[in-house]
């Protein structure tokens, strides 16, 4: 008969317990630095950052005009969870990303910004499971958009201004140095190297000044209105590295000549127009658009014909010999293709909320209509931030109509000034022709910016309620005093040598 088993000495079992434990420390220790820790864990990491940054921007479209919160919430979750996938493995990750599912609740918050502390750790809605099993949320285009644009271009190459420069552009002969004379009123410190056409000259992009600049990108696009993300890397990186030079030594001369009462501070250059998509990669802070305007027709028949001289080829390549008989349409092409390019990017670039600019449309002839121009000098006030108060600005715009100046040193008074608007009647007459084709040349600018037919802009986004400019009231000497220089300074401008790029 065979013995019963004895039973083992306490030993024995001390001996399994020790070879169990070993057994299954060995295994959580190895399978830990081999399946999770070796080189492919990096791209699950850098995976889920991405899952995450959309799932983000599909949770924050329902707050479209929030972009700071995007921004903020953006940050903190990519900056939560690169911390825990430093330091967790995979499984500790979606464990994270399942408990996290009070986000929206987060965002739709009245105060959601009070919650900022918390974003991080509530970084996730149960789609992001999802996610990661294949059902990528899509990225917007607007977000792509932004995205490539701001990947261009490395932080070392931008210039960071503190702030938003105002930059001040137009085809050549809209006004421009009136705008300046305006804008010095309320306050920009404007960096001007030529008293006479209170331009910057753009030395600083090569020893041709701004055509250097302008023509590249001119080569490429054809207009003002392109994408800079779909242009040639040799250009963008020559282009930054000229326009970096540039903007800064403007900032450093406005720096210098900073004083307590211009701390926004600005630059004109007609030309700078054609360069408005660069401007918004260059300046990662923003800037301030101000488009000066003047009816294309007047300007065909302009005395001062350079850009169509400089540029009309390098951006119609086919079209000089077209207009042989009728020289004046080449200026209104140039006139519509640039500034229509202008206004077309702006909006599409604000509809978007792609873009940290700012851009205001200034007509000339609203400047010397006594109605108009207080509530045009109102709006630029608020635009810039002006210093002076709503009643000062609106007195500016009340001031005398021949402060704004004129490339034409022997018109005198009020009547003169007015002699350079509408003139193109009388340069037409009865030139059935002429008149049809720049009419039909120019005809989407002359609708858009309110020439064809007549009518008032509409200001109402600077310009709050009851802010408006009350015509009835009389404004001081003081507050006249802040309006126009004296004829004699007006007339030293005229004298000046000749305009130029």
């Known amino acids: 008969m065979r013995n019963k088993a004895q039973p083992r000495s306490p030993g024995v079992w001390i001996g399994i317990g020790c070879l169990l434990v070993l057994s299954i420390y060995t295994y959580s220790h190895y399978h830990t630095r081999f399946s999770f820790h070796q080189p492919n864990d990096q791209h699950l990491k850098q995976e889920v950052l991405q899952l995450v940054q959309q799932q983000m921007r599909k949770e924050l479209r329902d707050r479209p005009n929030d972009q700071h919160l995007k921004q903020e919430v953006l940050q903190a979750v990519q900056q939560h969870m690169r911390k825990e996938l430093h330091d967790e493995v995979a499984q500790q990750v979606q464990h994270e990303l399942a408990k996290l599912s009070h986000f929206k609740h987060y965002v739709n918050d009245s105060s959601p910004v009070q919650e900022k502390q918390n974003l991080a750790e509530r970084a996730a809605s149960p789609l992001l499971v999802e996610s990661l099993q294949g059902e990528e949320a899509p990225e917007t285009r607007g977000e792509q958009h932004e995205r490539e644009k701001r990947a261009l271009l490395k932080p070392h190459e931008t ?65 003002t209105d392109y994408d800079v993300t779909s242009l040639s890397s040799n250009l963008i990186r020559e282009e930054s590295r000229r326009l970096k030079r540039f903007l800064s030594t403007m900032q ?38 101000v488009h000066v305007l003047r009816d294309g027709r007047d300007l065909a028949f302009s005395r001062n014909q350079s850009p169509v001289q400089k540029f009309y080829n390098v951006t119609f390549t086919d079209s000089w010999a077209r207009w042989k008989h009728l020289p004046p349409v080449r200026a209104m092409e140039v006139w519509e293709k640039w500034n229509a ?16 600019v700012e851009y205001i449309v200034v007509r000339s002839e609203d400047l010397i209509d006594p109605e108009r121009a207080p509530p045009v000098v109102r709006a630029l006030a608020q635009f810039v931030n002006s210093p002076l108060s709503a009643g000062q600005a609106c007195c500016i715009g009340r001031g005398p109509a021949e402060f704004l100046g004129s490339h034409q040193g022997n ?8 002699q350079r608007y509408g003139k193109w009647m009388r340069e037409v007459g009865d030139n059935s022709e002429l008149n049809s084709t720049l009419h039909s ?25 009851g802010e408006a400019c009350d015509i009835s009231d009389q404004c001081s000497n003081e507050a006249r005093s802040h309006v126009a220089p004296s004829r004699r300074g007006i007339m030293m401008h005229h004298r000046a040598r000749p305009h130029r790029f």
């Open 252 to 289: 450093d001369r406005a720096k210098r000549q900073r004083t307590p009462q211009h701390s926004t501070w600005g630059f004109k250059a007609p030309i700078s127009m054609s360069l408005v998509p660069f401007w918004d990669i260059m300046l990662p802070t923003g800037f301030k658009f």
């Open 159 to 223: 210039v960071q201004t503190g702030g938003k420069p105002v930059i001040v552009g137009g085809s050549d002969g809209s006004g421009t140095r009136a705008v300046v004379l305006l804008l010095q009123r309320l306050g920009v410190n404007m960096v001007i190297e030529d008293r006479g056409t209170l331009d910057v000259h753009g030395e600083q992009l090569g020893m041709g000044g701004w055509p250097d600049a302008v023509n590249p990108v001119l080569h490429e696009t054809h207009g």
């Open 341 to 356: 390019g202008v206004l077309s990017w702006a909006h599409r670039a604000l509809d978007g909320n792609a873009t940290l």
């Open 441 to 465: 040349v120019g005809k989407h600018a002359l609708e858009a910016f309110g020439y064809l037919p007549d009518k008032v802009l509409d200001y109402s986004e600077f310009l709050g309620k």
């Open 411 to 418: 018109l005198k008074g009020t009547g003169g000034v007015h």
